[in-house]
């Protein structure tokens, strides 16, 4: 249902752009989240998006770095990564949460088990 890619091996100051799109459901009608997940590190929430509320926030560790967009005409989420880095590196997700759409509470933003599709995870590798 989900299918999240661009990822791929990109160096430390560098930049990429992974795409987050779905055939089967609209994505303007769920919150849709970014994760990243490190070999041996918990899951950690990158970005949002809401279009109901219009609302987009970042975790801290991204602010100012990654930027979130979407083009509702090609039902897709972006996520804009500048200045990578190696702690970039992680499988990135993207997941729709439809009670959060209708009832976002920022400070759950990131929690994983509202959360019900998940895309397959694209490879994001940061390295000279």
């Known amino acids: 249902l989900m299918l999240a890619c661009g990822g791929g091996l990109v160096q430390p100051g560098g930049s990429l752009r992974l795409s987050c799109t779905s055939s089967?459901?609209?994505?303007?009608?769920?919150?849709i989240a970014w994760f990243r997940q490190a070999p041996g590190k918990e899951r950690e929430g990158v970005g949002y998006i809401n279009s109901r509320d219009g609302s987009i926030d970042y975790g801290d560790r991204v602010k100012g770095r990654f930027t979130i967009s979407k083009d509702s005409a090609k039902n897709t989420v972006y996520l804009q990564m500048n200045s990578l880095n190696p702690e970039d590196t992680a499988v990135y997700y993207c997941?729709?949460?439809?009670?959060?759409?209708?009832?976002?509470?920022?400070?759950?933003?990131?929690?994983?088990?509202?959360?019900?599709?998940w895309g397959q995870g694209t490879q994001v590798t940061v390295s000279s």
């Open positions: 997941a729709t949460s439809q009670i959060l759409y209708y009832s976002p509470i920022r400070t759950q933003a990131f929690t994983s088990h509202l959360y019900d599709r």
């Open positions: 089967k459901i609209n994505l303007e009608e769920f919150q």
